[in-house]
């Protein structure tokens, strides 16, 4: 199984994404540790990534998705995914693909953000993420509200993988 975790930046995708792989003894991967250098630059100066830019760094996630995992074992990937588009591409040959969309405010993440030291993406960034969102649906995700712990995220999406 691969669980997506998505949605803009400062929803706790890595810190929920770790917490619930250690949860399910499965392995983790966070897409940021795969942008190309030009994409870290770009949003380390502020400047929102394009579709042009995002594509190689999606393609690059999804080559982590498809590296062999053994039957039973669960993968974890926190990755934007903000557009449906992306979604297919990486949930593209994948059967038993599972997407959490960690949902928050503008005003909470703006928030975190500026309380995040060490991490490329910058505040300013905000914005730009939320205009390439496009929200899945029920039908398509689970949907969290951040305004939990990550502690009780992780078991709201234990619950639901369960159910």
């Given at each position: 199984m691969?669980?997506?975790l998505m949605g803009v930046s400062g929803t706790g995708k890595?810190?929920?994404?770790?917490l619930l792989a250690q949860s399910l003894r499965a392995s983790f991967c966070d897409a940021d540790d795969l942008h190309p250098s030009a994409n870290v630059d770009k949003m380390t100066h502020g400047e929102p990534l394009s579709d042009e830019d995002r594509w190689p760094w999606l393609q690059r996630v999804k080559a982590r998705i498809d590296e062999a995992i053994g039957p039973g074992e669960t993968r974890v990937v926190a990755?934007?995914?903000l557009k449906r588009s992306y979604r297919a591409l990486l949930?593209?040959?994948t059967n038993d693909l599972r997407l959490v969309f960690l949902k928050g405010t503008k005003e909470v993440l703006t928030g975190r953000l500026a309380s995040r030291h060490g991490h490329f993406m910058?505040?300013?960034l905000l914005d730009s993420q939320f205009a390439?969102?496009?929200?899945p649906?029920?039908?398509?995700a689970l949907i969290v509200d951040?305004?939990?712990s990550p502690e009780e995220i992780v078991a709201q999406i234990r619950k639901w993988l369960n159910g």
């Open positions: 691969i669980i997506i890595t810190t929920v994404g770790k990755c934007s995914a949930s593209m040959g910058q505040a300013i390439a969102l496009e929200e649906t029920l039908d398509e951040i305004k939990t």
